[in-house]
């Protein structure tokens, strides 16, 4: 066995009698990381073992996050800069842009609670249209304007609380995205979610302190026929839609599930006359 095998093998082993839910997976890309080369390639890879592979295997087995170790997170087609003071954006929800591309070019596009800029960027990224990134917090927003410098995508200092949010955009929307805080407080998670920040994950007792400022912003800023996409706890999956149904501003509200069939998003049409949706 080559001594990158056996160090593998042992770091596997660690990470699994550490409660890691991909041991292998995350030992391979750590070490991929510390040879800084593409996991794929270690099969074929001989050689000593990177000094810095078993403190990056010590730290993963603390359950810090794989991507606070690596300092960047895949998501559709982008790798973003990731670390302490900002959400690390999750696989489920990359289902959202699904939910909203196409799109035609030039059609306005809000993420409100951006954290890392995940949605934005991606929407950016694979469509022509004009995206702007609303976050409060300082430290996610220093993560988010390194993310998106040198995108075409809009950075805003702003609160989803805030009824004069973009005040210049009201009722000129085609497409409003969120993903929230929405885990109620109290919530068992993973020791990994910890090293979110508390304010990017929980929302009050029942999880829904954040949700109705999305929907009440989105009601003003979307034009008739414009789209709201909003991901939540999969505990929400009537307490969402019952929101909407509430607030009288929505129609053609449904609910959907994520790839392991828990309900994960909402998507509801802005309902009034004049549509002129920028969905294509
Ligand atoms: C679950 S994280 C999502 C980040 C990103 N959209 C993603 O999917 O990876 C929620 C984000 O909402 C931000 N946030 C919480 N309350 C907010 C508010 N009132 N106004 C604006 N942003 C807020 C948090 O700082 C955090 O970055």
New binding site residues.
């Given amino acids: 066995m080559t001594p990158l095998r056996a160090a593998l093998d042992d770091a596997a082993a660690r990470l699994r009698a550490a409660g890691v839910d991909s041991p292998r997976v995350d030992a391979e890309l750590l070490l991929a990381h510390c040879l800084g080369v593409a996991r794929s390639r270690l099969s074929t890879m001989d050689g000593p073992v990177p000094p810095e592979f078993e403190r990056a295997v010590e730290r993963r087995a603390n359950r810090e996050p794989l991507q606070h170790i690596m300092g960047s997170a895949p998501?559709r087609y982008l790798d973003l800069t990731v670390g302490p003071g900002?959400?690390?954006?999750?696989p489920e929800?990359e289902l959202?842009v699904d939910a909203v591309l196409p799109l035609r070019d030039g059609a306005v596009v809000i993420?409100?609670?951006?954290?890392?800029?995940?949605?934005?960027l991606a929407i950016a990224q694979e469509s022509g249209a004009r995206v702007y990134a609303?976050?409060?917090?300082d430290?996610?927003l220093d993560w988010?304007r390194r993310n998106a410098a040198g995108t075409t995508v809009t950075v805003v200092d702003?609160?989803?609380?805030?009824p004069e949010l973009l005040p210049e955009l009201r009722g000129r929307v085609d497409v409003v995205v969120?993903?929230?805080?929405?885990v109620p407080a109290g919530a068992a998670v993973d020791p990994e979610v910890r090293a979110?920040?508390d304010?990017?994950?929980f929302?009050g007792p029942d999880g829904l302190a954040?949700i109705p400022?999305v929907i009440a912003r989105a009601a003003a800023l979307l034009h008739a026929g414009g789209v709201l996409v909003v991901?939540h706890d999969d505990t929400h999956a009537e307490a969402v839609p019952a929101l909407l149904a509430a607030s009288g501003h929505w129609r053609d509200v449904l609910d959907h599930r994520d790839l392991a069939g828990r309900p994960r998003y909402v998507t509801a049409v802005r309902a009034g006359s004049d549509p002129k949706s920028g969905v294509g």
């Fill in positions: 998501f900002v959400f690390v954006p999750r929800t959202l993420d409100l609670c951006a954290g890392s800029g995940a949605l934005a609303v976050e409060r917090s430290a996610a988010l702003g609160d989803v609380a805030d969120s993903n929230p805080p929405y979110d920040p304010e990017a994950v929302a954040v400022a991901e």
